[in-house]
């Protein structure tokens, strides 16, 4: 009895010291994001990453003391290219819905915008609701909770789609387009441009849970559950220490978390 004990006792060892050795020492983590959604990421003329999601990538690396790595990657990819370990982390203005957390992970939000409609400054539209765009042609990029909601709710309107936001701002700059819609932050960042002078906001949105979800998070593969963690803990330290605030005043007037 008391060799079996022991031969038990050695096993439950073996698969505590085995788990730990199989779990993973997060020494650098490579960071996924577009790199053509400003003010929140873009990409210089020099190839630099800057935008208030590379700032907040920056200091939750630094609070969880690991190596940040960028990897820049098209929207539509973006997710599929976590899955296949292109990078670890996604930190690109991915808000947390319910269809991309049944392959993803999501750790709290670190903020929350509405969505807005843009419209040239002439326009007769008076607003963001779906009779204000009966008939109108709105633009939005695909794959995001902004093209999922015109989908369901703009259906007397016809719907263009488009792999990046630049290339609906281009349309809608160029009258080919009679309305966008987009993150109230991203359209207005727009407006200020010598591009964007075109155009003005119509209205803003009200979010929809299920398809806006609470707002933006940092998505992760569901396996690295440690990884999740650390993030989360890294997202109340920066809200706590002052470090987000300082971040946040960087880019904007208004405080972006949201509620």
């Not at 994001?33 to 003010?39: I, L, N, R, S, W």
């Not at 599929?80 to 982390?89: H, M, S």
Request: with cysteine.
């Amino acid at each position: 009895m008391r060799i079996l004990k022991s031969l038990a006792l050695a096993a439950a060892m073996a698969a505590l010291l085995g788990g730990i050795a199989d779990a993973k020492e997060w020494k650098k983590v490579r960071i996924g994001t577009e790199g053509a959604y400003p003010p929140f990421n873009e990409l210089t003329p020099d190839k630099q990453l800057v935008g208030f999601d590379i700032d907040i990538a920056k200091a939750l690396c630094a609070q969880m003391k690991v190596e940040c790595e960028f990897v820049t990657q098209d929207w539509d990819g973006m997710i599929p290219a976590l899955l296949a370990g292109k990078f670890d982390a996604i930190i690109a203005s991915m808000s947390i819905t319910p269809e991309r957390a049944e392959k993803v992970a999501f750790t709290h939000k670190y903020y929350n915008t509405p969505p807005a409609l843009a419209v040239p400054k002439d326009s007769d539209i008076k607003g963001a609701a779906p009779e204000d765009v009966k008939g109108k042609t709105i633009g939005a990029q695909s794959s995001t909770t902004h093209s999922n909601y015109v989908e369901r709710f703009y259906k007397d309107a016809e719907l263009k789609m488009y792999p990046t936001a630049d290339e609906y701002k281009l349309d809608l700059q160029n009258g080919r387009l009679d309305g966008a819609v987009d993150d109230v932050v991203v359209l207005s960042e727009w407006l200020d441009t010598p591009e964007g002078a075109c155009c003005k906001i119509a209205g803003t949105i009200t979010p929809v849970e299920e398809i806006h979800g609470p707002g933006a998070g940092i998505a992760i593969r569901k396996e690295d559950t440690d990884l999740v963690e650390m993030f989360n803990k890294a997202i109340d330290a920066i809200r706590a220490d002052g470090t987000y605030e300082q971040i946040n005043k960087k880019y904007f007037d208004f405080d972006v978390y949201g509620s």
